[in-house]
């Protein structure tokens, strides 16, 4: 029998992307107040690895990786992506988004992003979430799996992500 152990805080982040016209400061201030100081943000980075937004968003998509200061437990991620629909839908024009806020946590051992979509190879949280683990720890990085999203699996993700795991492992 293996004995039962609460696990560690984990470091919350945030992929925002959205498209020229969006108020993303805005959108990243809402963010700030309900999960804290950012940690991280990066740079203004052009999303062009996939057209699956385009008819919503437009062509010129755009994405900022924030990562907060405060840790969380593990099943904040829930109420997290609860939160950052309700942000979505806050900044509609028209009935289409123009902003995507996709949270998730980093450990010392993988990236799990929230989603509302089942599939194969997500687990049910609660209150209609679900996890993907989208990258995995292995040999000194962040590693992608056959099902992780093309531009998580980028080399510029992976190394903003592995510097972010140096910060999270700093502060437990």
């Not at 470091?11 to 498209?19: G, Q």
């Not at 209150?127 to 993907?132: D, F, P, R």
Request: hydrophobic share 35%; charged share 25%; net charge neutral.
């Amino acid at each position: 029998m293996g004995t039962i152990l609460i696990p560690r805080e984990v470091m919350l982040f945030c992929s925002v992307l959205f498209s020229k016209d969006t108020p993303v400061e805005e959108a990243l201030s809402l963010l700030r107040q309900d999960y804290g100081e950012f940690a991280y943000r990066s740079h203004t980075m052009p999303f062009a690895f996939t057209d699956y937004y385009e008819e919503e968003f437009g062509s010129e998509m755009q994405r900022i990786l924030v990562a907060f200061e405060p840790l969380v437990p593990r099943n904040a991620l829930p109420d997290v992506k609860i939160r950052t629909n309700q942000i979505e839908s806050s900044f509609m024009h028209n009935g289409k988004r123009r902003i995507n806020l996709d949270p998730g946590i980093l450990t010392q051992e993988n990236i799990c992003l929230a989603t509302t979509k089942p599939y194969s190879h997500r687990i049910y949280l609660d209150k209609g979430i679900w996890a993907e683990v989208t990258l995995i720890y292995r040999k000194d990085s962040y590693r992608g799996l056959e099902w992780s999203y093309p531009d998580y699996s980028s080399g510029e993700m992976i190394g903003m992500f592995n510097k972010l795991r140096e910060k999270y492992r700093g502060k437990l």
